[in-house]
Structures are given as structure tokens and as C-alpha cells.
């Protein structure tokens, strides 16, 4: 299998600890999807990452699609229910995260894409889309509560994607002092850390 993604993308991580959980190899492609001369669209024609390629057969996207995909190659480390509430559970916390990162990049594209001229920028997008990033991370705090994980007493996709989309707040916001106002979010992530999984792609 070829990963095409970057170091810097939380979807990208997402899929990336799922493979090392899972004890998944593959191979890892860099790619630029910003760069004028990135061939991403060759495969997914959304021209986003991460994006899997299986050998002999389609792309694959988006990061959603590729774990719930890789969870059915291997029984090693198993991250989602298979069927019911608690799959559906653990498919809320991975979208509520994955809605905190879409929050973030809209708001990120708005204030740096250089294809806006500053005069095209909007605060009132700006602010609401922040509004989403900071509602989503307390909804996180207040989910996991005292739990040891977001899901039970075990390790998830839905603590994978928590701690992807934290560990890439704290990377693009340095500002937003999550771990400050969330003890339970900051020793959550302390945790995921001692993995190599998240240790080996931290942003
Ligand atoms: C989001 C992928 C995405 O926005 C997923 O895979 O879960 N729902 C999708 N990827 C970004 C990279 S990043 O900011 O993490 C991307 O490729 N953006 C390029 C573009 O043109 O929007």
C-alpha cells in the first residue's frame, strides 16, 4: 500500500497511527497539495490527502474511508466496534474531530491562502468557524470526562482522531490553550504520546 499525504496533515496522522496500531506497512508518499506543480489530482480528484493506493486497484479517500478500511485488513489492534451504538459512538467522536480540523483549516485558508487578497478576507468567517473549533474542544473535554479514553476503557479511533485533531491545534494555534483549560484533554494526549504511533508523527 502507498500513503500519499503530509507530516503536517491531521487526517494524514489520523490514518498513519491507525496503520501503526494496526502493525500495517506501507509506504509513505510525500506530497504538497499546495505546490503549483502537485500531481495529487492524478488520484483523488478532490486534489486532497491522505489518499491510499492499493497496489493494483483504485485510490482511495477520504480519511475517514481508509481507516474504517484498514480496520478490516488485520484483527491487530482493533480500533472500531463493529456494529451498533458503540459504533456509531466511536464514529461521533471521529467526526466531531474531524470537524474540529475542518473548522481550523477553513479558518486557517481565510486568514494565510494567498490566493485571497486581504481585502477579501472575512472576520465574521473567521470568528465562526473558530467558534466551532473552541465548541468542539469542549464538547471533547466534556466527553471523556474522567474516563482513561473517549470510548471506554480502551484505546479507540475515536482517542486517534481526538488526538489528532489536538495534537494539530496545538501545532497551527498555539494560542488556543487546550491543555490549560482541559486537564483531562492535556493528560489524554500526555498518554497517546508514550505511543510510537503518535510519537513517530507528531506534526
Ligand atoms: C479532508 C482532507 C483534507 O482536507 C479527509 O481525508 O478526512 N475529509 C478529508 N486534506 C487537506 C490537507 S490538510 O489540510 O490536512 C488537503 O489535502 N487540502 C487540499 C485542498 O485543496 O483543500
Same mark, same amino acid.
Given at each position: 500500500m502507498k500513503l500519499i499525504g503530509s507530516a503536517a496533515s491531521p487526517y494524514v496522522r489520523k490514518v498513519r497511527v491507525v496503520m501503526a496500531e494496526k502493525r500495517l506497512d506501507y509506504q509513505f508518499i510525500v506530497e $504538497? !497539495? +499546495? &505546490? @503549483? $506543480? *502537485? *500531481? #495529487?489530482a492524478s488520484s483523488n480528484p478532490l486534489g486532497k490527502v491522505p489518499c491510499l493506493i492499493m497496489d493494483g486497484s483504485e485510490a482511495m479517500f477520504d480519511s475517514r474511508v481508509i481507516v474504517e478500511y484498514l480496520e478490516t485488513l &488485520? =484483527? !491487530?489492534? %482493533?480500533? #472500531?466496534?463493529?456494529?451498533?451504538r458503540e459504533r456509531a459512538e466511536v464514529k461521533t467522536w471521529e467526526a466531531l474531530a474531524d470537524g474540529v480540523m475542518d473548522a481550523g483549516i477553513l479558518l486557517r485558508l481565510e486568514a494565510n +491562502? @494567498?490566493?485571497? @487578497? $486581504?481585502?477579501?478576507? &472575512?472576520q465574521a468567517w473567521m470568528d465562526r468557524q473558530r467558534a466551532k473549533v473552541d465548541a468542539g474542544i469542549r464538547a471533547m473535554a466534556k466527553g471523556l470526562?474522567? %474516563? =482513561? /479514553?473517549c470510548s471506554g476503557i480502551h484505546l479507540s479511533l475515536s482517542d486517534v482522531a481526538v488526538g489528532c485533531a489536538l495534537g494539530w491545534i496545538g501545532f497551527r /494555534? =498555539?494560542? #488556543?490553550d487546550w491543555r490549560g483549560d482541559h486537564p483531562n484533554l492535556n493528560k489524554l494526549y500526555d498518554k497517546l504520546m508514550l505511543r510510537p504511533s503518535f510519537a513517530d508523527t507528531a506534526p
Open positions: $504538497d !497539495v +499546495w &505546490s @503549483a $506543480d *502537485t *500531481t #495529487i &488485520s =484483527p !491487530v489492534g %482493533k480500533l #472500531i466496534p463493529q456494529q451498533g +491562502w @494567498a490566493g485571497r @487578497a $486581504d481585502g477579501e478576507r &472575512s470526562g474522567d %474516563k =482513561p /479514553f /494555534f =498555539p494560542d #488556543i
